[in-house]
């Protein structure tokens, strides 16, 4: 390790001091499932008694309304749970935002929900990695900036959200919120097994299109009937068929169809897009409006869409260099070498990026085989990465990162 005075070498000591393994275990005991209320709201007071140790308000906020599309085409409301929002320091001269997520992706009847030690050191549980390892590593960083940082030149705002693995639609808002007038944002989501950051993201949308035809019988009168699966099968051909260099088209699902004597009258086409730049969100968009009112010509139905765009496309702009390469030098300083690459994947580190603000979305454990019951924890990145954190914090504390001009 080089370039460490002595005040980051008493700052780093204290955030790999933090009860990182034992908050990890006790957090990925938890079924906090998206969709599992009662579970994302036993894990939501345990983070607000965790994070209770920090200066600042700490407040429990219910999520915004949140509609969702029946498989037989009824517009609802959707529940998510609460979401953590701590302040501090609202109104020092540098202002950052951490973000996590305290959902997973294994719902409570998921038969993946106990830990065990896959060799020592490699921890394999529900959650470990993605993300409730980030949240330790987020909590110590900030606690050792607390115990050793007197000034008040910085303050900072947490998120942890409920809903990241379903798309942060009842948090959006407020991420947006939050994110206005920060010099730079860290979230919390693991890194690679070697370390690996991700740069530039991919955006993502995701649409449910409601096709609605004409029942006829299949033998009598099937001439009269307008085929609402028929036309939800090609419309996902179309738009499988024209995606390409600057967007992919994922159909994932077609909700409907009935009795084989019968011409289905309804039907619900899941789809996602994942655009690689802004323009090609908006390529992707007019791919879908064309396209549907092509099958609806061609096919006598009507469609009507629901859903958006919710994660925008997340370039590696000058500002996001710049962060970056603060965190890779931090790393150097650390004997850790830093580096980062470009993905499809997607997370709230998107829709920050969005608002001008340069983030590193990656900050938290080392580990792997995320969403699947192979997820592992690479316990010795706990302290690792709450030092890079922390290193990472103090220095922007101290003046040491400038994001430059703001984005008009």
Not at 153 to 181: C, H, K, M, Q, T
Not at 301 to 310: E, I, R
Request: with cysteine; glycine share 10%; net charge negative.
């Amino acid at each position: 390790m080089t370039h460490l005075s002595p005040e980051e070498q008493r700052l780093l000591d204290h955030a790999a001091a933090a009860p990182m393994l034992d908050q990890v275990q006790r957090w990925a005991a938890i079924n906090s499932g998206s969709r599992n209320l009662p579970g994302l709201a036993q894990m939501a007071s345990l983070l607000a008694d965790a994070f209770s140790v920090l200066p600042g308000d700490l407040l429990l906020v219910d999520p915004a309304p949140v509609e969702s599309v029946t498989p037989e085409g009824r517009v609802q409301p959707l529940a998510h749970g609460q979401h953590l929002l701590l302040s501090v320091r609202p109104d020092a001269p540098r202002r950052l935002l951490l973000t996590g997520h305290m959902d997973t992706v294994f719902p409570a009847d998921h038969s993946f929900q106990t830990q065990h030690w896959i060799e020592p050191g490699v921890l394999n549980g529900p959650g470990v990695a993605d993300m409730k390892g980030g949240i330790a590593v987020m909590l110590a960083a900030l606690a050792a900036m607390e115990a050793c940082d007197a000034s008040n030149a910085w303050g900072y705002d947490v998120i942890i959200n409920s809903d990241e693995e379903v798309g942060s639609a009842s948090s959006a808002a407020l991420l947006r919120a939050r994110a206005a007038g920060k010099i730079a944002a860290f979230t919390y989501e693991p890194a690679l097994p070697d370390g690996t950051l991700a740069g530039a993201r991919a955006g993502s949308g995701n649409f449910s299109i409601i096709v609605t035809g004409r029942s006829a019988h299949a033998g009598r009168n099937p001439e009269e009937g307008r085929n609402a699966l028929l036309a939800a099968a090609d419309l996902a051909l179309r738009l499988k068929a024209a995606s390409g260099a600057g967007f992919s088209c994922n159909p994932a699902k077609i909700d409907g169809g009935g009795p084989n004597n019968v011409v289905p009258d309804h039907a619900v086409l899941r789809v996602n897009f994942r655009p690689r730049t802004p323009a090609d969100e908006q390529a992707a968009r007019a791919l879908i409006d064309g396209a549907m009112a092509d099958v609806a010509r061609d096919h006598d139905v009507s469609l009507h869409l629901h859903g958006s765009f919710g994660r925008p496309p997340k370039p590696m702009d000058a500002k996001a260099e710049r962060l970056f390469g603060l965190v890779r030098q931090c790393g150097a300083d650390l004997g850790l070498p830093v580096g980062w690459r470009d993905t499809g994947g997607v997370c709230d580190g998107n829709n920050i990026a969005a608002c001008g603000v340069p983030v590193v979305d990656t900050m938290g454990v080392r580990g792997g085989s995320i969403h699947s019951d192979a997820e592992f924890l690479l316990t010795d990145s706990l302290a690792e990465r709450a030092r890079l954190s922390a290193l990472a914090l103090w220095r922007i504390a101290q003046g040491q990162f400038q994001p430059g001009q703001e984005r008009g």
